[in-house]
T-cell receptor, first 110, second 110 residues
Framework: DAKTTQPTSMDCAEGRAANLPCNHS???????VYWYRQIHSQGPQYIIH???NNETNEMASLIITEDRKSSTLILPHATLRDTAVYYC???????????FGPGTSLSVIP | DADVTQTPRNRITKTGKRIMLECSQT?????MYWYRQDPGLGLRLIYY???????NKGEISDGYSVSRQAQAKFSLSLESAIPNQTALYFC?????????FGQGTRLTVV
């Protein structure tokens, strides 16, 4: 499976945008970039995914570089409830045998 | 009701005992998964099933077995529990694009 690399941890001030980077330099043409998050040992929660174009939903925005070798998850107005571990994962068209890496631990600070 | 329900939520068992963790889902999806998570690490895939007649080993299947009793039910068994199987266990179900996770079972083997 193609690998992703993420910073181990990040801080963000409450109310500010949180920008979480992910590098995936060996991504294949048919692999999507997915983001999940896990809040304090709860089950992971889907956030967003994309292939080439930038995507936005009610939770976040996903910016994928033109060469698709990296991406950024943006939480536009971080709240304390966004404190979690965020996982960047590559997947083909279907959810399939996903193994989660260590992710980025985001702390939102009052 | 939760989309994915795991029972029990917490369990303490003794070394050598057989234990079963149960999972049921109401999403109507064919695919189901079992993961374990150790402190500070991401989720590792134990077994997965793409339909009732399909069972596949994941990354760390040794010491575990599974049973897919119905589309909605997928159970994980530890035939002879050992202390290094102490972990947080997650069940998940997915369609082709998104996975839904249970709240986890915290298992301690003493």
């Amino acid at each position: 499976d193609a690998k992703t690399t993420q910073p181990t941890s990040m801080d963000c001030a409450e109310g500010r945008a949180a920008n979480l980077p992910c590098n995936h330099s060996t991504i294949s043409g048919n692999e999507y970039v997915y983001w999940y998050r896990q809040i304090h040992s709860q089950g992971p929660q889907y956030i967003i995914h994309g292939l080439k174009n930038n995507e936005t939903n009610e939770m976040a925005s996903l910016i994928i570089t033109e060469d698709r070798k990296s991406s950024t998850l943006i939480l536009p107005h971080a709240t304390l409830r966004d404190t979690a571990v965020y996982y960047c994962i590559l997947m083909k068209t279907s959810y399939d045998k996903v193994i989660f890496g260590p992710g980025t631990s985001l702390s939102v600070i009052p | 009701d939760a989309d994915v329900t795991q029972t029990p939520r917490n369990r303490i068992t003794k070394t050598g005992k057989r234990i079963m963790l149960e999972c049921s889902q109401t999403k109507g999806h064919d695919r189901m998964y079992w993961y374990r998570q150790d402190p500070g690490l991401g989720l590792r895939l134990i077994y997965y099933s793409f339909d009732v007649k399909d069972i596949n080993k994941g990354e760390i299947s040794d010491g575990y077995s599974v049973s897919r009793q119905a589309q909605a039910k997928f159970s994980l068994s530890l035939e002879s529990a050992i202390p290094n199987q102490t972990a947080l266990y997650f069940c998940a179900t997915s369609d082709t694009t998104e996975a839904f996770f249970g709240q986890g079972t915290r298992l301690t083997v003493v």
